[in-house]
């Protein structure tokens, strides 16, 4: 007598809906809809998504983002690039646009980023090395402070790893204040101008790229030891939907180990993989897209209630994502929950079955 077949694990039983669908037909599931469930409402963390002011007078954008997103973060206007003029001078009027957007709506302002090696502005090239140092610290004070009570928390540090893993990135703070010096400075600066706000490190292909992922996580651990007061570990999660599965998992779990907040902080999906010539159809490629969304949404929520600071999606429609424009534009991509014409996109039907995990 065989034994009694085992239940199957909640994995097998998650992993099934997709498939299901598949082969039951039920496509209905994945077939656009106009007006699905709220997805904030069903779940017991915040969702984000990221704004910029130029989509404040969309009103279809206005409406997908209050209904489905409790968490905006500035994609672009919260930056030292809008922020700070060549000549020392500071702009906000963008980033208070968003700022009382997200407060008139009823939504957790979340802002990027502080120090960024892709923003180095050149009006710290032009300093002194006593005065850089007061203009880092003077950039940071002024700007987290500005959104202090407003802002829950911040990417103070991004994209410190190297792009292939190996070690940390070179550049211009790293340079005139130490590479693990001008990381310090910056939570230590933050700390100081918001003692309130989550303060995280944030980085991308954690996931994707399992050596960059394993030096992430060296990294905080000596920044933590160091005495750096991160507050929380950001993971952009702009997924490979290549990537075998279960290293989405095997991530989360390692990050998840530190006992601070993870956020999920800019996902998307890209249907475009890096290769040269996919010769896979859309329906495909569609299918690996879910299977990689639901995997990471089913790991978000696995974690301690305490470490889901929020999980956000990197725009609300297809056509607001940034891999939607100039020259990465194909016209086809689809790596975000809603198409073009507000309609959710299975990515969104693969969100909704991990969050339900
Ligand atoms: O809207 C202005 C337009 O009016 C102007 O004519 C044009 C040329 O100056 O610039 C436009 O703004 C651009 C903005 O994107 C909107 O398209 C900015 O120059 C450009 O710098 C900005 O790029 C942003 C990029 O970060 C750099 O800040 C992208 O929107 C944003 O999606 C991207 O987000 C990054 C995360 O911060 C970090 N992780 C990777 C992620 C994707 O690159």
């Not at 750096?228 to 950001?234: H, M, R, Y």
């Not at 690996?288 to 889901?308: G, N």
Request: net charge neutral; with cysteine; charged share 25%.
């Amino acid at each position: 007598m065989p034994d009694r077949p085992t239940a199957p694990s909640r994995r097998a039983i998650l992993a099934a809906p997709l498939a299901l669908v598949a082969c039951r037909g039920e496509a209905a599931a994945l077939a656009p809809r106009a007006d699905p469930a709220a997805l904030k409402s069903g779940v017991p963390f915040p969702v984000g998504t990221c704004a910029m002011t130029g989509q404040l007078a969309d009103p279809r954008w206005v409406h997908l983002a209050t209904t489905h997103f409790s968490q905006l973060t500035p994609e672009w206007e919260m930056k030292m690039e809008y922020i700070l003029g060549n000549d020392g001078s500071y702009r906000f009027d963008a980033p208070d646009r968003l700022a009382g957007f997200a407060r008139d709506h009823g939504l957790r302002l979340f802002a990027t980023t502080l120090v960024w090696y892709a923003q180095d502005s050149a009006w710290f090239k032009g300093l002194d090395r006593a005065r850089f140092a007061r203009e880092y610290d003077r950039y940071i004070a002024t700007v987290a402070g500005r959104y202090r009570g407003q802002a829950v928390g911040w990417d103070v540090v991004n994209e410190a790893v190297a792009e292939d893993g190996d070690g940390l990135r070179t550049c211009l703070w790293s340079e005139a204040l130490g590479q693990d010096g001008y990381m310090i400075r910056a939570f230590e600066q933050a700390k100081m101008a918001d003692p309130e706000a989550v303060l995280f490190i944030n980085d991308y292909n954690l996931e994707n790229n399992p050596r960059k992922g394993a030096t992430f996580l060296r990294t905080v651990e000596r920044l933590l030891r160091a005495g750096a007061p991160i507050g929380g570990i950001g993971t952009q999660s702009h997924l490979d939907i290549e990537i075998p599965a279960g290293r989405t998992t095997a991530f989360m779990r390692d990050a998840a180990a530190f006992g601070l907040p993870i956020h999920v902080s800019e996902l998307d999906a890209s249907l475009n993989g890096e290769r040269r010539l996919d010769v896979r159809s859309r329906t495909q490629k569609l299918a690996q897209q879910q299977a990689r969304v639901t995997e990471l949404a089913q790991a978000f929520s696995d974690l301690p209630a305490a470490q889901r600071f929020a999980f956000t999606v990197w725009g609300v429609r297809d056509t607001d994502s940034w891999l939607r424009r100039g020259a990465r534009d194909d016209g086809q991509d689809s790596p975000l929950l809603f198409d073009a014409a507000g309609q959710t996109n299975p990515m969104f039907t693969a969100l909704e079955a991990g969050f339900r995990s």
